[in-house]
């Protein structure tokens, strides 16, 4: 099992390096955004798209959704820990066991299940088996919601994986069972 929890961890660690990168391109994007707007005033031509505006909020979105197995794999989340950090490392392990398996998983789940079928609704499947078309942007020169809306359901399910190895590792650590690259 801790093979599977490390192999889950790596790909974590992949996605949060993606993530990374889509921090710097949304900023890109959104420097460009901001100084073509300018520009494109002053000389009277637009130089920005609503694609682009679009594009900018994609990557945005993506930073989050590609992140969260990441900042979870780190303990970086936002946890209140008045308690906790006085805790011993087993007791610690028995805490993140159960909120990881109990309500993390299920949370992950319940959010998959009602995010899907809009997802398949904007991809063009239609609820009694048809197919229509994606959904676009109302925008002009928008980009289709399809992708983005699936990532929805890739995020949630990076982060339900992530849980899935926490669960192992913290498993492993109250039986005893040394987790490498575990400093607790």
């Known amino acids: 099992m801790l093979k599977l929890a ?3 961890d790596s790909l974590t660690e ?6 990374a990168i889509s921090v710097i391109l949304t900023v890109a994007i ?3 955004n901001v100084i073509a707007r300018y520009i494109g005033k002053y000389i009277g031509i637009k130089l920005t798209t609503n694609m682009m505006i679009e594009l ?3 990557l945005f979105s993506l930073t ?3 992140g969260f197995a990441f900042i ?3 303990g970086d989340n936002v946890r209140v820990d008045f308690l906790y950090g006085d805790w011993s490392p087993k007791t610690r392990a028995w805490v993140n066991l159960v909120g990881h398996a109990v309500f993390l998983t299920t949370f992950c789940a319940i959010g998959i299940y009602v995010v899907f079928p809009e997802v398949m609704k904007s991809w063009g499947l239609l609820p009694d088996g048809t197919y229509g078309t994606w959904e676009m942007s109302p925008d002009p020169n ?3 919601r399809a992708p983005i809306k699936s990532m929805m359901v890739v995020g949630l399910a990076l982060l339900f994986m992530q849980a899935l190895s926490e669960v192992i590792k913290n498993a492993a650590r109250i039986r005893g069972i040394p987790i490498p690259g575990d400093e607790a």
């Open 142 to 144: 928008g980009l289709p």
């Open 30 to 32: 959104g420097f460009y």
């Open 6 to 8: 490390h192999w889950i």
């Open 14 to 19: 992949w996605l949060g390096a993606a993530s």
């Open 72 to 74: 979870l794999k780190h």
């Open 56 to 58: 900018q909020w994609y």
């Open 64 to 66: 989050f959704l590609l």
